[in-house]
């Protein structure tokens, strides 16, 4: 499907002139222009929120369950876009064509839930200590949501944060990495298909997207009228905009940078241990917050878990580096000479400092020398030096040996990221001392540490920002919390804590 069809199929026009000021938007896989998108400036900006305020004072009065409406009809209009959206993913991002297709699959899923959790937004019932009272816990929508979202997800991230602050009530302003902002105004025109056939109660500006970098990012951090910030990205982003947003005492909700790790003890099934790992360090060309960076492997069994990754990824050198376009394919481009200046960095600082690496050069593909693509890089080290707790976020896979569970443990607490985790043993005792001591949000068990699925609360600790979103109970970051107690009596009311104040 070229790109021009793409752009017709889902609704984008007006991109492929050349305009002054605007962002130029290149795909990865050939290092090729493909649309100008006019950036917002602070005044267009300015009327955007203006408009998200206005559509939530309408949207709040519509009852949740007629908002669960809305999300299942965009999810129908998901179904219906599935193909063009999912390679306008591969095209803009570079990851291959099944990945983009699961991240399209990732917003029909969370908009699945969000329609029967429009049904289910509970409060509680409280006991009250004073006779004749009751005590409720209700949850109210918030206001207008903003989100700021990476290039790695460029849809899906934002899906989960927005079809929950709808049927939460709430409008949504949206500003996507510059790196993929077309993904972005696909996602609009789908929406407001759904939006229409919903009918007039869902208002104009429920949907909102700003064009643009930082600047623009922090227009909206910046601005007290938007009571929650959902960012995600680097922790240098979230270092900037945690305290930006906590310094006008508005919410944030960050997921940021991880660097996971996978343990592999002498315990575990090592064929199902390789083919987890090659999965969460070489998929999307390592470029997810959740793919595997570093492995620990007990001593017993390191040079045959090595000697095995080598084999795995020696294959996927070989022929599985390509246009992610094509069936096949495994391991797409980086997003551009930036990210592979990055990881060709660290490759040499870890050799610098005793790391032994394998693989990780360029390889051009077809005639694309705008194009980066590299081979995923395996490195034998013996410790964890400075670069291997940094997040690199490319493909770069650093495997080290240890001796007993506790030292593996610490090994993995020891970065300052707290994303995702896991163990491969055979042994209960063992997966579940894991799971009590692992300090990252997830920690998985036989399973790597990517490609979580929608029903969970996903996010990290520490410098991975403390966040929550998708499943469980992530609502709740998208509603405030009232606490209402009502007196039905007809004498003088009591007060609390026995407290006399008799005149
Ligand atoms: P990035 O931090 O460069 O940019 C992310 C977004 O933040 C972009 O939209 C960018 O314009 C915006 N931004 C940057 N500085 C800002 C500022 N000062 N004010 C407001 N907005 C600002 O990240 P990236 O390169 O697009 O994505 C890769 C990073 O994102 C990695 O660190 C990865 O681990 C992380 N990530 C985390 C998750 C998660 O759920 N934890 C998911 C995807 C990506």
Redesign the pocket.
């Known amino acids: 499907m070229k790109i021009e069809k793409i752009f017709k199929k889902l609704g984008i026009t007006g991109v492929k002139t050349k305009k002054s000021g605007a962002l130029e938007i290149s795909s990865p896989i050939d290092g090729n222009i493909i649309a100008y998108v006019k950036k917002d400036s602070k005044a267009s900006a300015e009327n955007k929120i203006k408009k998200s305020e206005k559509a939530f004072l309408s949207w709040r009065d519509v009852p949740a369950p007629r908002r669960g409406e809305l999300i299942r009809i965009f999810g129908e209009e998901l179904r219906k876009n599935k193909e063009p959206l999912a390679r306008l993913v591969t095209i803009e991002c570079g990851k291959i064509l099944e990945e983009g297709r699961g991240e399209v699959q990732e917003m029909i899923d969370i908009c699945d839930f969000a329609v029967g959790l429009s049904r289910q937004l509970y409060g509680l019932t409280i006991a009250s200590e004073r006779p004749e009272h009751t005590m409720q816990e209700n949850w109210l929508p918030l206001g207008t949501v903003g989100v700021?979202?990476?290039?790695?997800?460029p849809v899906a991230?934002w899906a989960w944060n927005f079809v929950l602050a709808v049927i939460c009530g709430d409008s949504v302003i949206w500003?996507?990495?510059?790196?993929t902002p077309l993904c972005a105004l696909a996602c609009v025109n789908i929406f407001k298909k759904a939006a229409k056939a919903f009918g007039k109660s869902a208002p104009d500006g429920l949907c909102e997207v700003v064009v643009g970098?930082?600047d623009i990012?922090?227009k909206i951090?910046n601005d007290s009228r938007i009571p929650l910030i959902s960012?995600?990205?680097?922790?240098?982003?979230g270092n900037?905009?945690g305290p930006k947003v906590a310094s006008r005492f508005g919410r944030s909700l960050l997921?940021?940078?991880?660097n996971n790790a996978i343990i592999v003890s002498n315990k575990a099934d090592i064929d199902l241990a390789v083919q987890s790992i090659l999965f969460g360090a070489v998929g999307t060309a390592g470029q997810r917050?959740t793919s595997t960076r570093r492995v620990f492997v007990h001593n017993d069994i390191y040079e045959e878990v090595f000697e095995k990754l080598k084999e795995s990824y020696q294959k996927i050198v070989k022929t599985k580096i390509g246009n992610p376009l094509s069936d096949g394919t495994l391991v797409g481009p980086l997003i551009d000479k930036r990210a592979f200046d990055d990881m060709q960095s660290s490759l040499k600082d870890a050799t610098e400092h005793g790391g032994v690496v394998f693989f990780g050069q360029r390889v051009i593909i077809g005639r694309n020398e705008n194009a980066y693509y590299a081979q995923p890089a395996l490195v034998k080290i013996k410790k964890q030096t400075k670069i291997v707790c940094q997040?690199t976020?490319a493909p770069i896979l650093y495997v080290m040996p240890y001796h007993t569970l506790d030292e593996a443990i610490k090994y993995n607490n020891e970065v300052m990221q707290g994303?995702s985790s896991a163990i491969f043993t055979t042994d209960v005792r063992e997966a579940e001392y894991f799971k009590k001591y692992s300090d990252c949000g997830i920690a998985n068990v036989n399973i790597g540490t990517s490609g979580a699925e929608i029903g969970g609360a996903?996010?990290?600790e520490k410098e991975?920002g403390g966040g929550r979103e998708s499943g469980s109970d992530s609502w709740k970051n998208y509603m405030r919390r009232q606490t209402s107690t009502t007196y039905f009596g007809a004498e003088k009311p009591a007060l609390a804590q026995g407290i006399k104040f008799d005149t």
């Open positions: 700021i979202s990476a290039f790695n997800f991230v500003k996507p990495s510059e790196k970098g930082p990012g922090e951090v960012a995600t990205g680097s922790c240098h982003m900037i905009v997921e940021l940078g991880g917050c997040e976020f994303l996903f996010g990290g991975t």
